[in-house]
Nanobody
């Protein structure tokens, strides 16, 4: 069983930056691919970024490419999302998710474990 806890959300002005963290419990964190998703009010949850168990494979949604950076520190059981040049349309609840395999994926159904989410609000 993997438990995930996100932190680092908040209110920021457009053009600003935030760094989200996701701490995982469980001995197999370093074996699993991880991802970030987000859900804006009234919208479906959508893919943001994913990273393989080793960090060697990464993929981003087109909407965040060049602005967001996903990373992980397996020694700390922690995954990060550095968000720069934030836009009002980035406003959403951001969720950390873990697969139960090592390869990356971009769809919700491919993730087994989910955190409770952290709110990111970008003001214009």
């Amino acid at each position: 069983q993997v438990q995930l806890v996100e932190s680092g959300g908040g209110l920021v002005q457009a053009g600003g930056s935030l760094r989200l963290s996701c701490v995982a419990s469980g001995p197999t964190f370093s074996s699993y691919a991880m991802g970030w998703f987000r859900q804006a009010p009234g919208q479906d949850r959508e893919f943001v970024a994913t990273i393989s168990w080793s960090g060697s494979r990464i993929s981003y949604a087109d909407s965040v490419k060049g602005r967001f950076t996903i990373s992980r520190d397996n020694a700390k059981n922690t995954m990060y999302l550095q968000m720069n040049s934030l836009k009002p349309e980035d406003t959403a609840v951001y969720y950390c998710a873990s697969r139960s395999v090592s390869t990356i994926a971009t769809t919700l159904s491919q993730y087994r474990y989910w955190g409770q989410g952290t709110q990111v609000t970008v003001s214009s």
